[in-house]
């Protein structure tokens, strides 16, 4: 078991809506990325979040956006729903010293509909 | 984009056997991580190898890592069926440590009691 603890762990929402998830990180940890998986594909980086600042993003629009909060805590806001943006949505705490592990949240299942 | 890829895609085995699963990927690494998830959960750390070791070891399970080829293998010893998930090797190729980590679809692993 991580440290790291992901709500709600289910969701659906309609096409056109805004969606919030949220992220705590595991202690110690001051960094927060988010993960996009797909059904049957490997997790893709959206952006990650470092000092309450955007720190790297991935190939996801500007409607994929993000707050870090002053405990590390972490948002991921979705706004304008598509259907392909169902998927499983996993946030990933480690810190800033180099080559240390990349602990995952269980995830949250965003179905749109 | 994705860079890292999981070979074989899928694999089957009886309880007690070895499983073997390879990953290859494109770009310079700073360090390479394998995860397991069980069905479409959460993803669990399992090992990190750093681009500068060869081997590595933990529990059941052995990690090597070729930088010349490009290519990394995790194999899982005496497997049980509790073996059963998809297993995903992750290449941290960002700027800071895990920012933007790289994902292949994974391998599935099946272990027959």
């Known amino acids: 078991e991580t440290g790291v603890t992901q709500s709600p762990t289910h969701l659906i929402k309609t096409r056109g809506q805004q969606v919030t998830l949220r992220c705590s990180s595991q202690?110690?940890?001051?960094?927060v990325s988010w993960y996009q998986q797909a059904l049957g594909q490997g997790p893709q980086f959206i952006f990650q979040y470092y000092r309450e600042e955007e720190n790297g993003r991935g190939n996801f629009p500007p409607r994929f956006s993000g707050l870090q909060f002053p405990n590390y805590s972490s948002e991921l806001n979705v706004n304008a729903l598509e259907l392909d943006d169902s998927a499983l949505y996993l946030c990933?705490?480690?810190?800033?010293?180099?080559?240390?592990?990349?602990?995952f949240g269980q995830g949250t299942r965003l179905t749109v509909v | 984009s994705q860079q890292g890829e999981e070979d074989p895609q899928a694999l089957s085995i009886q309880e007690g056997e070895n499983a073997t699963m390879n990953c290859s990927y494109k770009?310079?690494?700073?360090?390479l991580q394998w995860y397991r998830q069980n069905s479409g959960r959460g993803l669990v750390h399992l090992i990190l190898?750093?681009?500068?070791?060869r081997e590595k070891h933990s529990g059941r399970l052995r990690v090597t890592l070729d930088t010349s080829k490009k290519s990394s293998s995790l194999l899982i010893t005496a497997s049980r069926a509790a073996d059963t998930a998809s297993y995903f090797c992750?290449?941290?190729?960002?700027?800071?440590?895990?920012?933007?980590?790289?994902f292949g679809a994974g391998t599935r692993l099946t272990v027959k009691p």
């Open positions: 190898i750093r681009s500068n070791e």
């Open positions: 770009t310079s690494i700073n360090n």
């Open positions: 992750a290449t941290d190729v960002g700027p800071y440590n895990n920012n933007d980590m790289r």
């Open positions: 202690s110690g940890h001051n960094t």
């Open positions: 990933a705490s480690s810190s800033r010293v180099w080559n240390t592990e990349a602990f």
